[in-house]
């Protein structure tokens, strides 16, 4: 199983990015989605979550400005931002819990799209 992050990029603070993230290979099902992020310095944190009935949670640093969705026919998930601050600087990962196959589902991770907002 693979997972693709992409859409990072440079933007200026109030600005907006879609990131993707689509799983690959082998895949039987996918339990919940999530993004996380890594900023300079700091630990990975949790960003927001789907699970496979479309229910959401988010940190309290993205409520009202992030959204995350699926596409389970596509086996992608994204990340629509908006209202972007300096501070959501950091590199934004995907996971995933997915089936391959009568074994209990695992965590699967992306590589990593790097979001910069400049102030």
């Known amino acids: 199983v693979q997972l693709q992050a992409s859409g990072g990029g440079l933007v200026q603070a109030g600005g907006s990015l879609r990131l993707s993230c689509a799983a690959s290979g082998g895949i039987r099902s996918v339990n919940y989605m999530a993004w996380y992020r890594q900023g300079p310095g700091k630990q990975r944190e949790l960003v927001a979550t789907i699970n496979s009935d479309d229910n959401v949670n988010y940190a309290d640093s993205a409520k009202g400005r992030f959204a995350i969705s699926r596409d389970n026919a596509k086996n992608m998930v994204y990340l629509q931002m908006n209202s972007l601050k300096p501070e959501d600087t950091a590199v934004y990962y995907c996971?995933?819990?997915?089936?391959?196959?009568?074994?209990?589902?695992?965590?699967?991770w992306g590589q990593g799209t790097q979001v910069t907002v400049s102030s």
């Open positions: 996971t995933a819990n997915i089936r391959t196959d009568w074994r209990t589902p695992r965590d699967y």
